[in-house]
């Protein structure tokens, strides 16, 4: 049983902007997946396509809702906000149905997600991630203990847990996924790199994720959770106070263990084409780094994690 429906958003000229849902399944429990929130961020599309041929044939007891693309008008212009009205789709809390065209995006999504069992929303970080599930460690929510174990459930490599004393992350609070949390809806976010960087090994574990999370739920029978131990991590963001062309060291990788001083990378400025030797300001795990890029006065280079 499968099924395609639409939330009505509107359009502009002749171009429709219709956000299309792919169901498969019918009654029972109810787990959405969104991907493309951010309409540049298109790995959660491949992810999903593994987890569906994993699925394929098997029973289902209950429904999955797949929404390709959350954001359709940034989608078809490859980039992370759509040009109509230049609004985060993901920092709108649950958006305004009379508002612009992100704020009814949001509020169409929000209507949509609040009458669903479990919502998980796929992003694509900037700098090179492990697939990381977001978990905000705030005392007041409720589902706290539902969201954690829905988390180590999925078993992503690391949980990135939020942390609200760091400016940095504190914008993490009109998120789409804090606005379910909010309204007492079980879900979470997980980031991955982006769809060029991504490893074939990292959109496997994340589609086992995915189908992890359907067996929790009950949508199939019979089925073996391959669960792994959970690793909790807080980071330290490093930016750069110089601009130029980033090129992270050759034999750099993701979760390496980083004393404060190591070489992390090298920033060439312009336009004299002189090159810097970045340190890292402190020790830990390497938790997320960017991959070569020309990079502005106060970009993010690279993270340091620490194991909580
Ligand atoms: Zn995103």
């Known amino acids: 049983m499968e099924n395609i429906s639409y939330l009505k958003i509107g359009q502009k000229g002749v171009i429709n902007f219709d956000i299309p849902i792919y169901t498969i399944g019918q009654g029972g ?12 961020e298109t790995a959660g599309l491949f992810i999903v396509n593994d987890f569906l041929k994993r699925i394929k044939g ?10 390709p693309s959350a954001n359709p008008i940034a989608q078809l212009t490859n980039s992370r906000v759509a040009f109509i009205d230049h609004k985060d789709l993901n920092r709108l809390n649950k958006g305004r149905i009379d508002g612009s065209y992100t704020e009814r995006v949001v509020a169409n999504l929000f209507d949509f997600l609040i009458k669903c069992n479990m919502v998980i929303n796929i992003h694509e970080f ?6 990381a599930c977001i978990f905000d460690n705030m005392d007041n929510i409720s589902q706290k ?14 949980v990135w847990q939020l942390n609200y004393d760091k400016q940095v992350e504190a914008q993490y609070q009109t998120t789409l996924d804090m606005a379910l949390t909010n309204a007492k ?9 982006q769809l060029s960087l991504i490893t074939d090994e990292e959109i ?8 992890n999370v359907a067996i929790k739920l009950g949508i199939f029978d019979d089925e073996n959770l391959q669960q792994k131990e959970t690793i909790f991590m807080t980071r330290n963001e490093v930016t750069n106070d110089i601009s130029g062309l980033w090129e992270a060291k050759q034999d750099l990788s993701l979760m390496q263990n980083i004393k404060k001083g190591d070489l992390i990378g090298t920033i060439t400025t312009l336009p004299d084409f002189k090159k810097s030797e970045i340190y890292s300001p402190f020790s830990g795990i390497l938790m997320q780094y ?18 909580q």
């Open 185 to 193: 809806i079980i879900n979470f976010a997980f980031e991955t790199s």
């Open 204 to 211: 496997k574990i994340a589609s086992q994720g995915l189908l």
């Open 290 to 307: 960017r991959h070569r890029q020309m990079i502005s006065t106060g970009t993010s280079i690279f993270s340091i994690g620490y194991q």
């Open 29 to 40: 429990v109810s787990f959405a997946i969104t991907c493309s929130v951010h309409g540049d």
């Open 145 to 158: 203990e539902q969201i954690l174990s829905m988390i180590k459930v999925f078993s992503p490599q690391i």
């Open 58 to 67: 098997k029973k289902l007891n209950g429904m999955i809702h797949i929404i």
């Open 126 to 131: 900037e700098m090179k991630t492990p697939v």
